[in-house]
């Protein structure tokens, strides 16, 4: 019984630090920048996870499952931490990426949109400061509208195509208002029911004055 009792051993210390550590880092490997410690906390895990994993190899420590569980966790949260700043840093360049498109497109287009419509319409209304702006709800068209008619109209509408990156059309923006005298300028917001994400360009559709 004594020689029994001798040869009982204790549960691997290392292996036992390993797997808590590994736990914490594992639990926090999706969350972005945090896991960035989590990816050190399972560096250092593994390291305990292995010096006890050697340790019960060698019958000196008890707990070989211990010491296998901790080394799988930590080798598991360190994937993930990889993985998911992948992800994060894809997604990141694609967002970056749309925007500096959706700002390239949408100050180009107005202008030969703007010199047209005024070329064609110069002695009745122009137009002029055509933007986009918006926010991920709604996509807006802002503008100014100049009465030259020499007379003051009763009724005045202005509406937009809006495209995306394709060149496929995904909504129309409208905006309206009356009695505008004559020479008087009209500051208008066309609005459409569409984020500003989806619009990557626009182009002047409808213009009505009565």
Same mark, same amino acid.
């Given at each position: 019984?004594?020689?029994?009792?001798?040869?009982?051993?204790?549960?691997?210390?290392?292996?036992?630090?390993?797997?808590?550590?590994?736990?914490?880092?594992?639990?926090?490997?999706?969350?972005?920048?945090?896991?960035?410690?989590?990816?050190?906390?399972?560096?250092?895990?593994?390291?305990?996870?292995?010096?006890?994993?050697?340790?019960?190899?060698?019958?000196?420590?008890?707990?070989?499952?211990?010491?296998?569980?901790?080394?799988?966790?930590?080798?598991?949260?360190?994937?993930?931490?990889?993985?998911?700043?992948?992800?994060?840093?894809?997604?990141?360049?694609?967002?970056?990426?749309?925007?500096?498109?959706?700002?390239?497109?949408?100050?180009?287009?107005?202008?030969? !949109? +703007?010199?047209? *419509?005024?070329?064609?319409?110069? @002695?009745?209304?122009?137009?002029?400061?055509?933007?986009? &702006?918006?926010? $991920?709800?709604?996509?807006?068209?802002?503008?100014?509208?100049?009465?030259?008619?020499?007379?003051?109209?009763?009724?005045?509408?202005?509406?937009?195509?809006?495209?995306?990156?394709?060149?496929?059309?995904? !909504? +129309?923006?409208? *905006?309206?208002?009356?009695?505008? @005298?004559?020479?008087?300028?009209?500051?208008?917001?066309? &609005?459409?029911? $569409?984020?500003?994400?989806?619009?990557?360009?626009?182009?002047?559709?409808?213009?009505?004055?009565?």
């Amino acid at each position: 019984m004594e020689n029994q009792s001798s040869e009982v051993k204790g549960k691997s210390t290392a292996a036992i630090v390993g797997l808590v550590l590994g736990i914490v880092a594992l639990v926090t490997s999706f969350v972005p920048f945090v896991n960035n410690l989590s990816f050190i906390l399972a560096l250092i895990g593994t390291v305990f996870a292995v010096v006890g994993l050697v340790g019960t190899l060698r019958g000196k420590r008890g707990g070989k499952g211990l010491a296998i569980a901790s080394t799988i966790v930590n080798v598991l949260a360190l994937v993930i931490v990889l993985a998911t700043q992948s992800m994060y840093s894809a997604a990141l360049d694609e967002a970056v990426n749309s925007t500096s498109t959706a700002s390239t497109t949408t100050t180009s287009a107005p202008a030969s !949109d +703007t010199s047209a *419509a005024a070329a064609d319409s110069a @002695d009745k209304y122009t137009i002029a400061g055509e933007a986009l &702006t918006g926010d $991920s709800y709604t996509s807006k068209i802002t503008g100014t509208f100049t009465n030259n008619s020499g007379e003051k109209l009763s009724y005045v509408s202005v509406s937009y195509s809006l495209f995306d990156a394709e060149g496929n059309q995904v !909504d +129309t923006a409208y *905006a309206s208002t009356s009695n505008l @005298d004559a020479g008087g300028a009209w500051k208008y917001e066309a &609005t459409a029911l $569409s984020g500003t994400d989806k619009v990557a360009s626009f182009k002047l559709g409808d213009v009505t004055t009565l």
